[in-house]
């Protein structure tokens, strides 16, 4: 997965200028599916240029899609992620409320062409993530329906 913010739209050429044109990135945040060894015009361009291996993107945040980051300003990520969703907040605010498919990895940080940007004050909870079978999730809801049957009626006043 791909998680990218660019202040504003850009043209550029990773390859040599005498061969593949370059691209453009749009301003704004958004999320993009990489597959395969992508090149950097295709991350760039959030496009697939080679059959076999891109970028796929997924989505455009909510509110920041078409918004570029403003310099000198903190910005809060969280991300939560699991095997059917992911969902991205960015100073409090959900940007991404993605589901699908989605495999164990890691996580990075990078800055391109940016100046003094730090990354700080990590925090990582650690959650299990277990799909029931369909009849053992049957029986436990059947088994807590019945319970919460039998408290309602020890609850009711005698007569």
Do not use: C
Not at 39 to 53: A, F, K, V
Not at 109 to 119: I, L
């Amino acid at each position: 997965m791909l998680i990218d913010w660019k202040r504003g739209t850009q043209s550029h050429n990773f390859w040599d200028v005498n061969s593949e044109p370059g691209g453009t990135a749009l301003r704004g945040l958004a999320v993009s599916r990489v597959t395969g060894a992508a090149s950097p015009d295709e991350l760039w361009q959030h496009t697939t240029l080679t059959p076999g291996n891109g970028v796929t993107e997924l989505a455009r945040a909510a509110s920041l899609g078409s918004t570029g980051w403003v310099f000198d300003t903190d910005y809060e990520f969280s991300f939560d992620y699991g095997p059917s969703n992911l969902v991205i907040s960015v100073n409090g605010v959900e940007q991404f409320n993605l589901g699908g498919s989605f495999g164990d990895g890691s996580m990075g940080f990078y800055s391109f062409s940016q100046a003094s940007v730090s990354y700080s004050a990590f925090d990582v909870d650690e959650g299990s993530f277990s799909v029931p079978e369909p009849a053992p999730l049957l029986l436990l809801a059947t088994g807590v329906l019945g319970l919460g049957l039998r408290r309602r009626k020890q609850t009711l006043p005698l007569k």
